[in-house]
């Protein structure tokens, strides 16, 4: 077998999301802080007689590997050597609200970067704006950093004072579709971020700042997902619990905990009392550099 290259596709968290008016075109205008997990998929990428994407992994069901696939997309745009055999194994739920189908795009972008031996995360304006094209979430993906994001997704600017926060994530197996939430949305021109004097650098200070922030999106959302709201005072209620919100359109929520033991520890009683729903603990900040895996001889 010659060589692969193995990707991380982390969860996507919208610690905050402000959505401040909408352009000509239907794209809505955001102003966000993202976060990114410690959770996701994984994508590997080898040699193959002809291009093949398989999908795999207990989140697998429903997804098919057709040429709407976003990762197949991708590959088309961005990869004109040999075939590529392309497996993603799925662990985030879909229409999650926590960039699945994008972060996998964005994965399969550094994969393939990587195995061209590139720098994994830059992006020209050429290839920025292509990713836009497939998903506003892709550019901001790609990065997978710690951010405040505005426009429609591609001004990213990153924020590495902010430390690593233990979190849980909670999706109760609730598809919401996101044009539909945005179509439900009666404010399009709401204030943005208060942005801080200074990036917070300690976990007090990053929730006294988003506690006076915002998701925009949670209204609608709950207007179309009720449970939604049965997630969140269940986050709450587990020890320790510090900041519970919905990510992105929903329907996952997060909680946010002083330790990483707190966190598993809420991790653990939410998957107790809630045996249907997803619920994984996790931490930002997360390494996306493709590992490339040596061919056995």
């Known amino acids: 077998m010659a060589d692969a290259i193995r990707v991380?596709?982390?969860?996507?968290i919208n610690l905050s999301l402000?959505?401040?008016?909408?352009?000509?075109?239907?794209?809505?205008?955001?102003d966000?802080?993202?976060?990114?997990?410690d959770v996701g998929d994984t994508l590997t990428i080898s040699d193959a007689s002809a291009p093949t994407l398989t999908i795999g992994?207990?989140?697998?069901?429903?997804?098919?590997?057709?040429?709407?696939?976003?990762?197949?997309?991708?590959?088309?745009?961005f990869w004109s050597g040999a075939p590529l055999q392309i497996h993603l194994e799925k662990r985030?739920?879909?229409a999650a609200g926590i960039g699945g189908g994008s972060a996998d795009a964005a994965a399969c972008y550094r994969g393939l970067r990587g195995l061209a031996g590139y720098d994994p995360v830059a992006m020209d304006e050429s290839a920025r704006d292509a990713l836009l094209a497939l998903g506003a979430d892709i550019p901001m993906c790609v990065v997978s950093r710690t951010a405040r994001v505005t426009g429609i997704g591609e001004r990213i600017a990153p924020l590495p004072d902010i430390p690593p926060l233990p979190t849980v994530l909670v999706n109760p197996r609730v598809g919401v579709p996101t044009p539909m939430v945005f179509r439900m949305l009666e404010g399009k021109d709401n204030p943005p971020i208060d942005a801080p004097d200074a990036t917070p650098d300690t976990l007090d200070a990053v929730i006294d700042w988003l506690e006076e922030q915002r998701n925009d999106l949670a209204a609608p959302a709950l207007s179309i997902a009720p449970v939604i709201g049965d997630v969140l005072d269940a986050i709450h209620r587990t020890e320790e619990c510090r900041l519970a919100r919905m990510s992105g359109s929903g329907a996952t929520c997060f909680g946010i905990y002083p330790t990483v033991a707190a966190a598993k520890a809420a991790a653990r009683m939410l998957s107790r009392d809630w045996p249907d729903w997803w619920v994984a603990a996790a931490k930002t900040g997360v390494d996306v550099k493709p590992q490339l895996i040596r061919a056995t001889t």
């Open 18 to 30: 402000h959505v401040v008016g909408q352009r000509s075109d239907g794209y809505h205008l955001l």
């Open 32 to 37: 966000s802080v993202v976060a990114f997990a």
């Open 57 to 77: 992994g207990p989140e697998a069901s429903g997804l098919s590997p057709s040429d709407g696939n976003l990762v197949t997309e991708v590959a088309r745009r």
């Open 92 to 94: 985030l739920p879909v």
């Open 8 to 12: 991380f596709a982390p969860a996507k």
